[in-house]
């Protein structure tokens, strides 16, 4: 059900949606229209190994993960251009939409997409006085998707907290930055190889062992590493997602005050984390 707590300041109005659902995110077409700032943000990980890989699972991951934000985006530039207003979008990305790695293979697409679409968007609103940008988070410690999964990370990998990235945010927002990284220096680094230079960068990860690294839970949700009964990663498998306080529908704000982590369990076959908030 929808709720709703009007929309003045302070307040926020509700849009709950399941945007692999088509009635739903027609829904959230037309609440985009009336905001002054969109955040992308819904998202879904949880690949399956590629022998139980099924079209399902294909049509899920590009429903949430890239066709909804690229609908929700145009619909929302659209607007702002019709009545030369000014606004921003702004997209919840990944390191993982940089460099490739073992079992996230749907992830990486759709956060690769994703990134593709937002640079691009980024060039076609050059001069309009509508901007777009993009958040690449890492792995995102104390809340949500990453932190409560069992994941363990290889021996010194830093992360980021979510205040870090609910600042990306809102950075991405005030300045119009194309692309804003949350993650550390060495981490964004190795992504950024991993651009330059793919066949070496998987080359370096085989020669250290990273290959072998299970990038997400199973669709089960069973560990993936049988050796020591938790799941293990490479440093970019896993993105969180934000919600910024304002209007939400999949991260659709009316006004920026505030933002919070808001990351959804790693196994969503359930529904929970295709659901916008």
Same mark, same amino acid.
């Given at each position: 059900?929808?709720?709703?707590?009007?929309?003045?300041?302070?307040?926020?109005?509700?849009?709950?949606?399941?945007?692999?659902?088509?009635?739903?995110?027609?829904?959230?077409?037309?609440?985009?229209?009336?905001?002054? /700032?969109?955040?992308?943000?819904?998202?879904?990980?949880?690949?399956?190994?590629?022998?139980?890989?099924?079209?399902?699972?294909?049509?899920?991951?590009?429903?949430?993960?890239?066709?909804?934000?690229?609908?929700?985006?145009?619909?929302?530039?659209?607007?702002?251009?019709?009545?030369?207003?000014? $606004?921003?979008?702004?997209? /919840? $990305?990944?390191?993982?939409?940089?460099?490739?790695? %073992?079992?996230?293979?749907?992830?990486?697409?759709?956060?690769?997409?994703?990134? $593709?679409?937002?640079?691009?968007?980024?060039?076609?609103?050059?001069?309009?006085?509508?901007?777009?940008? /993009?958040?690449?988070?890492?792995? /995102?410690?104390?809340?949500?998707?990453?932190?409560?999964?069992?994941?363990?990370?290889?021996?010194?990998?830093?992360?980021?907290?979510?205040?870090?990235?609910?600042?990306?945010?809102?950075?991405?927002?005030?300045?119009?930055?194309?692309?804003?990284?949350?993650?550390?220096?060495?981490?964004?680094?190795?992504?950024?190889?991993?651009?330059?230079?793919?066949?070496?960068?998987?080359?370096?990860?085989?020669?250290?062992?990273?290959?072998?690294?299970?990038?997400?839970?199973?669709?089960? $949700?069973?560990?993936?590493?049988?050796?020591?009964?938790?799941?293990?990663?490479?440093?970019?498998?896993?993105? %969180?997602?934000?919600?910024?306080?304002?209007?939400?529908?999949?991260?659709?704000?009316?006004?920026?005050?505030?933002?919070?982590?808001?990351?959804?369990?790693?196994?969503?076959?359930?529904?929970?984390?295709?659901?916008?908030?």
């Amino acid at each position: 059900p929808d709720a709703a707590a009007g929309r003045g300041a302070g307040t926020a109005t509700v849009l709950v949606a399941d945007l692999t659902d088509r009635d739903d995110l027609a829904r959230v077409l037309d609440a985009v229209r009336d905001v002054d /700032i969109l955040v992308a943000n819904a998202g879904i990980g949880a690949d399956v190994p590629i022998e139980e890989l099924t079209a399902d699972d294909v049509d899920r991951s590009i429903e949430v993960n890239l066709r909804a934000p690229i609908l929700m985006a145009t619909e929302f530039v659209n607007s702002r251009l019709a009545a030369r207003l000014p $606004g921003q979008v702004v997209f /919840i $990305g990944s390191l993982s939409g940089l460099a490739p790695t %073992p079992m996230t293979r749907m992830y990486n697409a759709t956060k690769f997409g994703l990134r $593709g679409f937002a640079l691009s968007l980024r060039e076609d609103l050059t001069g309009t006085g509508v901007g777009a940008s /993009i958040v690449e988070p890492g792995f /995102i410690r104390d809340a949500g998707m990453f932190a409560s999964s069992g994941i363990e990370l290889p021996s010194g990998v830093r992360t980021k907290s979510p205040q870090q990235v609910a600042d990306g945010v809102a950075r991405a927002i005030r300045d119009d930055v194309a692309e804003v990284f949350v993650a550390p220096l060495e981490l964004r680094l190795a992504a950024t190889f991993a651009t330059v230079a793919p066949a070496l960068s998987s080359r370096v990860h085989r020669g250290t062992g990273s290959a072998g690294l299970s990038g997400a839970a199973t669709r089960s $949700g069973a560990p993936t590493s049988p050796d020591r009964g938790r799941k293990r990663v490479p440093w970019h498998a896993v993105a %969180p997602r934000v919600r910024v306080r304002g209007f939400g529908s999949g991260g659709v704000v009316h006004h920026v005050a505030h933002a919070q982590a808001d990351l959804g369990g790693q196994d969503d076959r359930a529904g929970q984390d295709a659901h916008a908030e």
